[in-house]
């Protein structure tokens, strides 16, 4: 039994490979046919988040929020001071753990609210929150 027995009238069989095999495509008799999703296209890494960060220091100057999402940049995400005396930063962080530090008037300071405790590159201690 030939295949173009079984397709409705118009519809012409997929086109082969010269291996023979047909290609794969996410597509219906009678539509343009479109390559089959790309693998990891949909995976939670692509995924983003809003996460809020908060740290308590009512008397402090400035406090910055640094960590592998912004590359340990100082200026990259600057908080901004709540009325309680707390300082806030709200970003958009993907699927997965990230390491991160406040700097509280230039000097570093772990979050006692964070998902855990974990070690950089140069081992020292940062804190440690998991995203899903």
């Known amino acids: 039994m030939k295949l173009e027995q079984f397709l409705p009238a118009g519809c012409s069989p997929p086109k082969r490979s010269p291996a023979g ?8 008799p009678g539509t343009k046919s479109k390559p ?6 949909y995976s939670a890494k692509g ?14 100057k400035s406090v910055s929020l640094v960590g592998d999402f912004n590359k340990w ?5 600057p908080m901004r001071r709540m009325p309680d005396g707390r300082w806030m ?7 997965g753990h990230h390491s991160y530090l406040f700097i509280v008037d230039g000097k570093p300071r772990l979050d006692p609210k964070a ?3 974990a070690r950089n590159s140069r081992n020292e201690r940062v804190s440690l929150i998991a995203v899903s």
Not at 21 to 28: F, K, R, W
Not at 50 to 56: M, Y
């Open 89 to 95: 930063a709200s970003l958009e962080l993907h699927h």
């Open 36 to 41: 089959a999703a790309a693998p990891g296209r």
């Open 21 to 28: 095999q047909i290609p794969a495509t996410n597509s219906t």
């Open 115 to 117: 998902s855990g405790i």
């Open 73 to 77: 940049d100082i200026a990259a995400t």
């Open 47 to 60: 995924t983003r988040h809003h996460v809020d960060f908060f740290c308590t220091a009512p008397g402090a």
